[in-house]
């Protein structure tokens, strides 16, 4: 790995928007209580590697049918639900599991190239596979002798 140049003004900036990001989450989570457009928010892991960038979302109990994934204008949103399956007649004595819709976004670096996200579903865990655009991945340049 090659020795960076300590850059103040970029680490300033991505504290920034990781402020933004968890104020936006507050917001958009106060207004979905108020609207009930959401009523629980499923937690995430987001991750980076040389090549991509992953999302990886806890959803227990819920079918690949049941979420919708878009892309707009550099903001990643997965929304879905999470319905109870209830028979009428059974009477609850605890329920601690949360049911109901959710919404979460994810403001997207620029290198993110959108036509190749991609999105899997297994044993509970939404898996989101964002590439990077060729040109933002590092390159090793050669040195010619002579």
Not at 1 to 22: A, E, G, L, T, Y
Not at 113 to 131: F, N
Request: proline share 5%.
């Amino acid at each position: 790995m090659m020795p960076m140049r300590w850059d103040p003004w970029r680490d300033f900036m991505s504290m920034k928007r990781q402020i933004d990001r968890m104020f936006d989450d507050f917001l958009r989570r106060s207004e979905a209580r108020e609207t009930e457009e959401a009523d629980w928010c499923p937690i995430a892991d987001v991750y980076e590697t040389d090549n991509e960038f992953r999302i990886v979302m806890e959803v227990p109990g819920m079918k690949k049918e049941d979420f919708k994934i878009s892309v707009h204008d550099g903001v990643l949103t997965i929304r879905g639900e999470r319905k109870r399956e209830t028979k009428s007649t059974e009477n609850f004595l605890i329920s601690e599991r949360i049911y109901g819709k959710f919404q979460r976004s994810f403001t997207l670096p620029n290198n993110v190239d959108t036509e190749k996200i991609s999105a899997s579903y297994r044993d509970g865990v939404l898996t989101l596979t964002l590439p990077k655009k060729e040109e933002s991945k590092p390159k090793e340049i050669p040195i010619s002798v002579g």
